[in-house]
């Protein structure tokens, strides 16, 4: 069968691999794994020509579970492994997934520089407001006042708020999902992986076994009020203000994607080097 054959034939299915999840019964990830697999097959790719990036997290368990070529990295560093090879095969369609813990703890810095040197790929966070794999501790978007083991009475601490960074940091797509609406987020995240540049989509993905509270986000979300805008300061003042449930895509930039040629247009290495030889 031709490329182009395979294409038109692809399926969710073609998607998945043979190994089991084992997420917790009714973690919000099973349905992120099926937006995962639902967009891939619009999209047209195939399995070979996708790559899943992720660090360490029940969310980062992801690339074990598509077919497509993928790689378990290191707690937090998912992002500088995608952009290298992003850059060196810009053939690929690549998404990495993340968890809050993984993508604003620990890979915080790598977070920002992501969005600010604009590598055309897709950023998913499964965003559950907990460290789940390591059983409860606070993340940086867990609410100050929530109660856990290791900050009794809650942290006290102002929540980090991706959306806001994601934007001023220079991230060219930016959108909220839920991941109790599988359909909606396989359509946002076409979107995300078709727009140019570095796009940054936060899936709230509930984690019924550290925070069955979030069981409720199904009664809390609601698609945005108002249409995705291309204006930073609006997008700003629209994410800075809503109520954290808003659903669907907030921000759609035109930056230009970064490439290796950015750099070598701009810079001629031997006018540096006479420089140094002064
Ligand atoms: C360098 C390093 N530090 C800490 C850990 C332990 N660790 C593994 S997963 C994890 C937290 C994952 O939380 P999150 O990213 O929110 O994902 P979730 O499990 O909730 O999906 C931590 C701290 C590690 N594996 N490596
Ligand atoms: S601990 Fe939470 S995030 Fe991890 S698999 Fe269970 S429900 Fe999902």
Request: glycine share 8%; charged share 20%; net charge negative.
């Given at each position: 069968?031709?490329?182009?054959?395979?294409?038109?034939?692809?399926?969710?299915?073609?998607?998945?691999?043979?190994?089991?999840?084992?997420?917790?019964?009714?973690?919000?990830?099973?349905?992120?794994?099926?937006?995962?697999?639902?967009?891939?097959?619009?999209?047209?790719?195939?399995?070979?020509?996708?790559a899943v990036i992720s660090g360490i997290g029940c969310s980062s368990r992801?690339?074990?579970?598509?077919?497509?070529?993928?790689?378990?990295?290191?707690?937090?560093?998912s992002l500088a492994l995608a952009a290298g090879l992003k850059v060196t095969?810009?053939?690929?369609?690549?998404?990495?997934?993340?968890?809050?813990?993984?993508?604003?703890?620990?890979?915080?810095?790598?977070?920002?520089?992501?969005?600010?040197?604009?590598?055309?790929?897709?950023?998913?966070?499964?965003?559950?407001?907990?460290?789940?794999?390591?059983?409860?501790?606070?993340?940086?978007?867990?609410?100050?006042?929530?109660?856990?083991?290791?900050?009794?009475?809650?942290?006290?601490?102002?929540?980090?708020?991706?959306?806001?960074?994601?934007?001023?940091?220079?991230?060219?797509?930016?959108?909220?999902?839920?991941?109790?609406?599988?359909?909606?987020?396989?359509?946002?995240?076409?979107?995300?992986?078709?727009?140019?540049?570095?796009?940054?989509?936060?899936?709230?993905?509930?984690?019924?076994?550290?925070?069955?509270?979030?069981?409720?986000?199904?009664?809390?979300?609601?698609?945005?009020?108002?249409?995705?805008?291309?204006?930073?300061?609006?997008?700003?003042?629209?994410?800075?203000?809503?109520?954290?449930?808003?659903?669907?895509?907030?921000?759609?930039?035109?930056?230009?994607?970064?490439?290796?040629?950015?750099?070598?247009?701009?810079?001629?290495?031997?006018?540096?080097?006479?420089?140094?030889?002064?």
């Amino acid at each position: 069968m031709s490329i182009v054959d395979r294409q038109l034939a692809c399926k969710p299915t073609d998607y998945k691999s043979d190994v089991k999840p084992v997420w917790c019964p009714g973690c919000g990830d099973y349905h992120v794994l099926m937006s995962f697999t639902r967009a891939f097959a619009q999209l047209g790719v195939p399995p070979e020509q996708i790559a899943v990036i992720s660090g360490i997290g029940c969310s980062s368990r992801i690339p074990a579970y598509t077919s497509c070529y993928g790689f378990h990295g290191v707690h937090g560093r998912s992002l500088a492994l995608a952009a290298g090879l992003k850059v060196t095969r810009p053939d690929l369609t690549v998404v990495v997934a993340s968890g809050d813990g993984d993508g604003y703890s620990i890979g915080g810095n790598h977070f920002l520089h992501a969005c600010r040197r604009n590598v055309d790929m897709t950023y998913v966070v499964m965003d559950n407001h907990i460290y789940g794999m390591t059983k409860g501790q606070p993340s940086p978007t867990t609410e100050p006042e929530f109660d856990t083991a290791m900050s009794p009475g809650g942290t006290g601490l102002r929540p980090f708020h991706p959306l806001v960074i994601a934007l001023a940091s220079g991230a060219n797509f930016i959108a909220r999902c839920f991941s109790g609406e599988p359909n909606q987020t396989a359509d946002i995240l076409l979107e995300a992986i078709k727009h140019p540049g570095f796009s940054f989509v936060e899936i709230l993905s509930p984690c019924v076994t550290f925070r069955p509270d979030e069981k409720e986000w199904k009664n809390l979300v609601h698609p945005a009020p108002v249409a995705a805008t291309n204006d930073p300061a609006r997008a700003a003042r629209r994410i800075m203000t809503d109520d954290g449930f808003n659903i669907g895509v907030l921000y759609r930039g035109d930056r230009r994607p970064y490439s290796p040629e950015i750099c070598s247009e701009t810079i001629d290495p031997s006018e540096l080097e006479k420089e140094f030889e002064q």
